[in-house]
């Protein structure tokens, strides 16, 4: 099983730009997040999907958008990128979504410079 | 007040030694607890869960006290291999999601440990 992969590792856009975060999980996990970290921040959600078909704002949702194509994949888009939007980026999954025991599973992230 | 506050460290130890990592959390509904460990440019990844009960897995001991809404890591026998940031997290019920939960990571605290 490779896990929560993630694509690209490395990006760098221009401001203003557009680009789409891939992210897919072969555990056959119900959840999934998207994260954001930056230094002196720590982790940080920005959208998740609880389970197929639905997804919900997080704690920093503004100037992204999310599409869970299927219960594999689920993509982060940023229409109009912005220098506050570099970053290093993190999806994960986790099994059960009305679980209290949830541990998640990261991908190895997608470090994003908006020049 | 941040909703999990960790030691800012860094930690800087020599093999062998005992390191505690500290937490708080502030809201009283969290309903389970975790240390992740992140190593340098990588993607956080489970440690352990924290019982009630407090538990140990080998070197590392968790404990909780909820009535004071804390969060504690020993880590024994201190190993090079242990240099990492340890994030304390929490988990919470989301407002929205249909009994979904979310993750809250503290800002971490790096360990360093030196020969």
């Known amino acids: 099983n490779a896990g929560v992969t993630q694509t690209p590792k490395f990006q760098v856009l221009k401001t203003g730009q557009s680009m789409t975060l891939q992210c897919a999980q072969d555990m056959n996990h119900n959840s999934m997040y998207w994260y954001r970290q930056d230094p002196g921040m720590g982790l940080r959600l920005i959208y998740y999907s609880a389970s197929e078909g639905t997804t919900d704002k997080g704690e920093v949702p503004n100037g992204y958008n999310v599409s869970r194509l299927n219960k594999r994949e689920f993509s982060l888009r940023l229409e109009s990128a912005a220098p506050s939007q570099t970053s290093v980026y993190f999806c994960a999954s986790s099994q059960i979504p009305g679980s209290s025991y949830n541990e998640q599973f990261f991908g190895p992230g997608t470090r994003l410079t908006v020049l | ?115």
Do not use: H
């Open chain 2, 1 to 115: 007040r941040k909703e999990v506050e960790q030691d800012p460290g860094p930690f800087n130890v020599p093999e062998g030694a005992t390191v505690a990592f500290n937490c708080t959390y502030s809201n009283s509904a969290s309903q389970s607890f975790f240390w992740y460990r992140q190593d340098c440019r990588k993607e956080p990844k489970l440690l352990m869960s924290v019982y009630s009960s407090g538990n140990e897995d080998g070197r590392f001991t968790a404990q909780l006290n909820r009535a004071s809404q804390y969060i504690s890591l020993l880590i024994r026998d201190s190993k090079l291999s242990d240099s990492a940031t340890y994030l304390c997290v929490v988990n919470i019920r989301a407002d929205s999601g249909a009994g979904s939960y979310q993750l809250t990571f503290g800002k971490g605290t790096k360990l360093s440990v030196i020969p």
